[in-house]
């Protein structure tokens, strides 16, 4: 793989800013944190709003050196530790995740929304030795770091060390490891270095036409890529200012809209549908007032699952923006976009975005023709670089240096457009990927159950419902209410089924294996079997 991509010529921030040695870093060794490094240059300006306040990158960066000093405990680096951090949105959670890059560690971030079952097994594959977490999170953290012998570190405690010399970081070295789900089931983790990092942001910048004099809005879990890089990281590079909400509120967002000068907000389908229905649902001087309130933004992104025609379209009478959409994933960023100037198809994600090559391979391995369908490959610095401690994953991952997405697409005039995957036990749902299987593999836990299939279904919202087929042993039927209650103690709560459907036998095939397509007919609002008149939803 070449170098990362070069800054664009124009962009107010495409010169790099003037290097600032980190404390007992000397001058001229290799220094990878370009994120870091750019912010401790931008000294007083507003980097972030959180619920307590404004903090400054000059603030952000002392902190995090601050942070960096109690995760090193005395240790001249981490050398590539692994931290796994269960952190809200806001300034905290900037605090640590530098503070762990500084030291020389892999950020694992957590999800705040995980039971204890999936917070612990991501933190024992990743074979995390430390742990932090912020006073909300105490009680499940401390208690699993006690449990596995892992050193707990709370944030409340996390700056209280004077700074000391910071390790002399490469580019090359491995800086995070975020967690998607595959087909065999569990979660993987998905290593990313510094230098792919860089590389992911510097893409999104010059194509989205990112400055110091934006401001954005962060509703976005923070455990995986759109809030991390496309939201926080794109806008901390830049100069940028972004606020921080704790989580998703259809009526806060909209009064952030008419009361702060923002001039970005990225989503995903499922909440600009419940922005729509909010809207939809206001009196008609209020609707005229948030309508109004779009207009001084100057973009307006979505991603993550597909997004229905229908509801762009709304939003585009509702608001006046014609969304940008794009497609990526975990192990490669950001791949393709539409364009910030000119036209966006519905439907459509665009084109390869800068420093991304793109190829459609058949079955067959051949290159595909327009108007073809064909598996999306992909090459180049912000493709991740390793499956954690998955070698053979890793190895089968590749074809010839291209990273095989599963993704169907076709292309036109350049443009492409996705059209599903190529492995029906992944679902988009919310803007998360799920593992079919690994819902499947829950399911199977519970002690009535004796098969289930678990699919994804349309859905207007959501992009893909998570539903399940069960066959119940000796018939003994649980309600769907207690069953999602069972299954939210073991999962998190995207990947809990939303309708269930009794079968006597599942749909199988002449070798007696579960053929998906026919499991999700069976919650089709015409099914016509007699499976379907079963179907619950809560």
Same mark, same amino acid.
């Given at each position: *793989? ?24 000397? /001058? ?9 490094? %750019? ?5 007083? +300006? ?19 050196? %601050? ?12 050398? @590539?530790?692994?931290?796994?951090? &269960? ?5 905290? $959670?900037?605090?640590?995740? =530098?503070?762990? =890059? ?40 401390? !208690? ?13 405690? &996390? ?48 194509? #989205?036409? =990112? ?74 001087? +209020?609707?005229?007032?948030?309508? !109004? ?6 973009? *307006? ?32 960023? *950001? ?43 992909? %090459?180049?610095? /912000? ?32 443009? $492409?457009r996705i059209l599903g995957r190529n492995s029906v036990d992944i679902i988009k749902s919310?803007? $998360? ?27 207007? @919202? #959501? ?7 069960i066959r119940w042993r000796n018939r003994t039927e649980v309600p769907l209410a207690d ?10 709560? $995207? ?15 002449? *070798? ?27």
């Amino acid at each position: *793989m070449s170098g990362p991509p070069s800054p664009l010529p124009h962009s107010p921030l495409a010169t790099p800013l003037e290097p600032v040695t980190a404390p007992g870093v000397a /001058a001229g060794a290799p220094h990878a944190v370009a994120l870091i490094e %750019r912010a401790r240059a931008q000294g007083n +300006r507003v980097a972030l709003v959180d619920r307590e306040g404004e903090v400054t990158y000059r603030d952000l960066v002392q902190l995090a050196e %601050r942070a960096a000093a109690t995760l090193l405990a005395g240790a001249a680096d981490l050398a @590539e530790a692994r931290v796994a951090f &269960l952190v809200p949105s806001g300034r905290h $959670y900037v605090i640590t995740q =530098w503070g762990i =890059w500084l030291a020389g560690g892999i950020a694992v971030p957590l999800c705040v929304s995980h039971p204890r079952p999936e917070l612990e097994y991501t933190v024992t594959d990743a074979d995390a030795s430390i742990l932090v977490s912020h006073p909300e999170y105490h009680g499940v953290v401390s !208690a699993l770091a006690s449990d596995l012998g892992r050193r707990w570190v709370g944030t409340d405690r &996390l700056t209280a060390t004077s700074p000391v010399p910071l390790p002399p970081l490469a580019a090359s070295r491995r800086a995070m490891i975020l967690y998607t789900s595959g087909t065999t089931g569990k979660p993987k983790g998905v290593v990313t270095t510094h230098r792919t990092i860089q590389a992911q942001i510097t893409a999104l910048i010059e194509a #989205w036409g =990112w400055t110091e004099h934006d401001r954005i809005l962060h509703v976005l879990p923070l455990h995986h890529l759109h809030g991390i890089i496309n939201v926080l990281a794109c806008s901390l590079w830049a100069g940028a200012t972004c606020e921080m909400l704790p989580k998703f509120d259809p009526a806060q967002v909209w009064t952030i809209f008419g009361t702060r000068r923002l001039t970005l907000f990225m989503a995903v389908p499922s909440i600009y549908q419940r922005l729509v229905q909010f809207w939809e649902e206001s009196e008609p001087a +209020r609707q005229a007032q948030m309508t !109004a309130s779009c207009s001084a933004l100057r973009l *307006m992104v979505c991603g993550s699952a597909a997004l229905p025609v229908p509801v762009l379209e709304r939003w585009r009478t509702i608001s006046g923006h014609t969304l940008l959409e794009r497609y990526g994933m975990t192990e490669i960023g *950001m791949g393709l976009s539409n364009p910030l100037h000119g036209e966006r198809v519905p439907g459509a994600v665009g084109a390869p975005l800068p420093g991304v090559q793109v190829r459609l391979l058949d079955e067959s391995g051949r290159e595909v023709a327009d108007g073809e369908p064909g598996q999306i490959e992909v %090459r180049g610095d /912000a493709v991740f670089s390793e499956y954690w401690r998955r070698p053979e994953e890793t190895r089968r991952a590749f074809n010839d240096g291209w990273f095989q997405t599963g993704d169907i697409a076709v292309r036109s005039k350049g443009i $492409y457009r996705i059209l599903g995957r190529n492995s029906v036990d992944i679902i988009k749902s919310g803007g $998360y990927k799920i593992s079919a299987l690994e819902i499947e593999q829950t399911l199977l836990g519970h002690p009535d159950i004796a098969e289930c299939a678990v699919v994804g279904v349309a859905d207007m @919202e #959501w992009g893909e419902r998570v539903c399940a087929a069960i066959r119940w042993r000796n018939r003994t039927e649980v309600p769907l209410a207690d069953l999602r209650a069972w299954t939210k103690e073991r999962l998190a709560s $995207y990947k809990v089924p939303g309708r269930i459907c009794t079968v006597d036998d599942l749909p199988r095939n002449a *070798m007696g294996k579960v053929v998906k397509k026919e499991v999700s007919k069976l919650f089709a609002p015409a099914a016509g079997s007699p499976g379907a008149e079963q179907c619950g939803s809560p």
